[in-house]
């Protein structure tokens, strides 16, 4: 029988390549979106639609999660990735942005994982997409950020919880894909701050999920794919004089 995989932001870019590429292993996959989705229509894909950042629509989607079959695995993926204010924020604007971003990384794949607290196949796995910057300050991106640390943290309560049950690692990509509107400089810039100095490309990240979803030896990990951009940017931090 098919192992079942729910992918969250499985709409476009890393999330839906995910999905295709579950989808070429014949896996049976379930794609959560939120704006728009560019899969292609597939016999083994259905989706379900969800704004992550507002609450009670998550639980709109855990109450259809809660009918599905179980899952042999959960990839938490969806992300909200919106610099901080260079003015600065209102208190209003502030908290908004921060609930934002603190639900889709943290409130959003808690209340998902709880509602499938009986639906996991024996070896299921759980992977999470923090950041490298989940270990980084940056303060143009403190909402973001600090998000992503707290989704890591969460993560690693759950290998915890779930240790026997359900295996749950981290993944921290680095730039891995640069968008069609990152300039040749912009691009140069990147790659120079990296120990690999080529565009990654989201087939990096889809290797490190095989092998973590792989490997039963493996939980409460936190694993870097980012060409090496956390061991250069810690030297240039403690280093440099700019
Ligand atoms: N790309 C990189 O270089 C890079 C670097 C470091 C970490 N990562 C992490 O790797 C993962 C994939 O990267 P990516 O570049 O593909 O991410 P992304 O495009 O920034 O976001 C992934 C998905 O999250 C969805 N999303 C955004 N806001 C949402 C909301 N309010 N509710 C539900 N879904 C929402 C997006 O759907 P909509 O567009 O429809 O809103 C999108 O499909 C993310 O977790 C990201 O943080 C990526």
Not at 37 to 55: F, G, I, M, R, W
Not at 129 to 156: H, T, V
Not at 208 to 217: G, I, M, R, T, V
Not at 220 to 240: C, L, W
Request: with cysteine; charged share 15%; glycine share 6%.
């Amino acid at each position: 029988m098919s192992k079942r995989i729910l992918i969250t932001g499985a709409g476009r870019r890393l999330g839906k390549v995910l999905a295709l590429h579950f989808l070429q292993q014949d896996w049976q996959v379930v794609g959560h979106y939120n704006t728009v989705s560019e899969l292609p229509d597939h016999d083994s894909l259905s989706l379900l639609q969800a704004n992550l950042a507002d609450t009670a629509d998550t639980l709109r989607l855990c109450q259809q999660l809660q009918h599905q079959p179980a899952f042999d695995a959960v990839i938490h993926n969806a992300s909200c990735f919106v610099p901080d204010a260079a003015g600065g924020h209102t208190p209003a604007e502030q908290a908004a942005h921060l609930t934002a971003h603190l639900n889709v990384h943290i409130v959003a794949p808690a209340l998902i994982t709880q509602c499938l607290e009986h639906q996991w196949n024996a070896g299921a796995a759980m992977v999470v997409l923090a950041d490298i910057y989940a270990d980084l300050p940056n303060q143009r991106f403190s909402a973001y950020c600090s998000s992503k640390a707290g989704l890591q943290n969460w993560a690693l309560s759950m290998a915890q919880r779930l240790a026997g049950r359900v295996r749950v690692n981290v993944i921290q990509p680095g730039p891995i894909q640069f968008l069609p509107d990152h300039d040749d400089a912009y691009r140069q810039r990147v790659l120079s701050q990296s120990l690999v100095p080529h565009e990654l490309g989201y087939g990096a990240i889809i290797k490190a999920c095989d092998y973590l979803l792989d490997n039963e030896a493996v939980t409460g990990s936190v694993m870097r794919v980012d060409g090496g951009r956390f061991v250069a940017n810690r030297y240039d931090q403690i280093f440099s004089a700019d």
